[in-house]
C-alpha cells in the first residue's frame, strides 16, 4: 500500500487508533474499547482496517501475556509461600514484618518476586515501544505489523471483494 493512495485523514485515524490503547492509564479497558470503536467507525477503508485489527489483536495478546505471567508468579509464590517458616514473618495487629534469614526458600521467594516484576516491567516497556513504533507507521502510511502478536482477529475473507 503505497501513502500517495492513502489519504491524510485515514493515517490520522489510524494514528489515534495506536494511540487510543494509552486510555487505559485512564479507563479500564479502555485499550480495547477505543481502538475497536474508532476502527469500527472507519473498517470499510484498508488501511484503517488493517491497523485497527492489528492494534486490536496486540492488545489482547499482551492480555494474554500478562495473565500468563502473573498465573505463573502466583503459582510459584503458592509453592514456594507453603514452604516458608513462620518464624521469617512477625504478625502484629497493623503490618506483616518479614525477616529475611539463612533460609534458602525465602532467598528463592524473593528471586521469583523480582523476576516476575521485570517480565511486567519488560512488557510494559515493550508494550510502549510497539505502540509508538505502530503509531509513527500509521502517521507516516505504512502498514504496520506488531511483533509476537497473535492473529486473534483475522483478515476476513470477504473484505476485499467487490460488492455485487
Known amino acids: 500500500m503505497e501513502s500517495s493512495a492513502i489519504k491524510k485523514q485515514d493515517q490520522t485515524l489510524a494514528t489515534i487508533i495506536h494511540l487510543s490503547v494509552f486510555s487505559k492509564l485512564f479507563i479500564p479497558f479502555g485499550n480495547f474499547i477505543f481502538p475497536v470503536i474508532i476502527w469500527l467507525v472507519g473498517k470499510e477503508k484498508e488501511f484503517i ?12 495478546s499482551l492480555l494474554l501475556y500478562y495473565i500468563i505471567i ?75 505489523k506488531f511483533p509476537l502478536c497473535i492473529s486473534f482477529i483475522k483478515k476476513d475473507s470477504t473484505e476485499n471483494e467487490p460488492i455485487q
Open 49 to 60: 482496517n488493517h491497523h485497527g485489527r492489528n492494534a486490536v489483536n496486540f492488545q489482547l
Open 70 to 144: 502473573a498465573c505463573f508468579l502466583i503459582a510459584t509464590i503458592i509453592i514456594l509461600g507453603a514452604r516458608i517458616p513462620n518464624e521469617f514473618f512477625e504478625y502484629d495487629q497493623y503490618s506483616i514484618k518479614i525477616y529475611p534469614g539463612e533460609d534458602r526458600n525465602f532467598l528463592q521467594f524473593l528471586v521469583i518476586l523480582v523476576t516476575g516484576a521485570l517480565f511486567f516491567l519488560g512488557l510494559i516497556v515493550f508494550e510502549l515501544y510497539a505502540v509508538i513504533s505502530a503509531a509513527k507507521n500509521a502517521s507516516e502510511g505504512k502498514e504496520f
